[in-house]
């Protein structure tokens, strides 16, 4: 592609040297540049890309973005764009590398805290059982149609991104759905894609090690909103306090989902078992494999935006009542003992409240209610003992174990979690460091009725432990020791 058309979707402060120049290849990691490639010098949180402008030019690069002008000097045969922001401006030139193909795919984007996941993966069986070529961007898994794309983020960066949707279109997707997480949003990986609709979920705390408060992690959700066309549309959660605020400088139509209010999209539950809930939906009986309040809401969420992507009220519903539980999204095993094994990602403490509120709801009277839970390395400290907490409250045991320590000491993790407990509660609560271990001792307590909570890795088939990523899988485990 000619640099001067590819500069056409950005506004660069100044240039120097040729634009009508061939440009082979488009990146940001410096390690892959080549002769004719374009190099994007983005600031990171531990790596200034300005830095290794020297050495892309010494390995053939035609030009450079750049936003700091004191890297920006005469080479033969560099042009250098000078711009206000280099993580927007890859956003948008990975856009225009592929071809813009967000623009020819319906794009729904689903931000929130909790379930995002969930409800991006269905919606995606959802449009698929209904005869339609879909894509999926997740957490877990990327998929262009049938072929499956190994993910490494929530939302992946922008070129791979681009790729990812130009992959889509080559292979006659018309609908694309992706998770958006506040990273993606803040750091413009997002810059340049045309959503055509945006799903809000919930809001409670979780990234605040990145974002520092609460405030800039709605504020960075809300850009989403706020970036819609006229044309598209927003589905929130109106049980959410921040949902309506999601809203607020919407251009596009909006609609609502309550389980408690007056909305657009209503639903109670009728009846619950670990099997599934028979719900009324906008007045409409459906029985649907999937579990817990929670997950009502998921499902309010799914079924308006397939009643705003223009499908058949009754075929949505018939489809609802075929999908089946995302992978660790609560995952139900059945040990021939008699116990139940819940196998759950929850990892924040509104998540953990409630998978648990669910379970104590469905359980039977009298069973027990056994959580193995822990708390990833490198992350949000602050919520470490609010997890406990909400574990410790909400178990009739609670056992404390490693999640993902990354980094970080597990012996620390856990020491932060125990500070939110009493003496009292400590007395009561196991602490052991090796997860298998920890799953294993709640196995052998467990008797017939009773439910193991396994939270935290649901999908996740690793740990990292002092940078090494070692295989494991908690669903391996219960299933060994279920037996």
């Known amino acids: 592609m000619i640099l001067s058309e590819l500069l056409s979707v950005i506004e660069p402060i100044e240039v120097l040297g040729d634009v009508n120049k061939e440009i082979k290849g488009l990146h940001f990691d410096s390690r892959k540049i080549g002769e004719g490639d374009l190099f994007v010098a983005q600031v990171g949180t531990a790596v200034d890309g300005h830095t290794f402008i020297d050495g892309c030019v010494a390995n053939g690069a035609a030009a450079i973005v750049l936003s700091d002008k004191k890297y920006m000097k005469e080479r033969k045969g560099v042009t250098f764009i000078l711009v206000e922001n280099t993580d927007k401006a890859l956003g948008l030139l990975a856009s225009k590398w592929f071809g813009e193909p967000s623009k020819q795919l319906t794009l729904v984007g689903v931000t929130g805290t909790n379930g995002k996941t969930t409800i991006a993966t269905l919606l995606y069986k959802l449009v698929r059982a209904l005869g339609h070529k879909a894509g999926l961007l997740s957490t877990v898994v990327n998929y262009i149609e049938e072929e499956a794309v190994p993910a490494t983020h929530t939302t992946p960066d922008a070129i791979e991104l681009n790729g990812l949707l130009r992959r889509m279109v080559d292979a006659g997707c018309k609908y694309a759905f992706m998770e958006v997480s506040s990273h993606a949003i803040a750091q413009e990986r997002i810059a340049g894609l045309d959503f055509d609709g945006a799903l809000f979920t919930n809001l409670t705390r979780d990234h605040i090690d990145y974002h520092k408060t609460f405030d800039n992690y709605r504020d960075t959700k809300k850009r989403l909103f706020d970036g819609l066309k006229k044309s598209a549309f927003a589905v929130t959660n109106k049980d959410d306090k921040n949902g309506l605020v999601m809203t607020q400088n919407c251009k596009a139509e909006v609609k609502t989902y309550s389980t408690r209010a007056l909305a657009d999209y209503k639903a109670q539950i009728l009846e619950e078992g ?54 660790g999204r609560f995952e139900t095993i059945r040990s021939p003992k008699g116990w139940t094994a819940i196998v759950d990602y929850a990892h924040t403490p509104d998540a953990v409240d409630n998978v648990i509120q669910t379970i104590r709801e469905i359980k039977k009277e009298g069973a027990k209610l056994i959580t193995v839970v822990g708390c990833g390395g490198n992350r949000d400290k602050g919520k470490r003992p609010m997890m406990a907490q909400i574990a410790k409250r909400g178990s009739e045991q609670l056992i404390l174990t490693s999640d993902n320590p990354r980094d970080e000491e597990p012996a620390d993790i856990l020491k932060d979690m125990t500070d939110g407990l009493t003496e009292e509660e400590l007395r009561n609560t196991l602490v052991i460091e090796d997860r298998a271990t920890a799953i294993q001792t709640a196995c052998t307590l467990a008797q017939a009725g009773d439910v193991i909570l396994v939270a935290g890795k649901g999908h996740e088939d690793y740990q990292i432990i002092k940078g090494v990523k070692h295989h494991f899988d908690d669903h391996e485990v219960v299933r060994k020791f279920a037996d």
């Open 274 to 327: 670990f099997e599934g809930m028979l719900l009324n939906i906008n007045g409409k009986e459906v029985f649907v494999p999937l579990v817990g309040r929670f997950n009502v809401s998921n499902l309010l969420c799914i079924y308006g935006a397939a009643l705003c992507l223009g499908f058949e009220e009754l075929d949505v519903l018939r489809v609802l009542s075929t999908l089946k539980p995302v992978n």
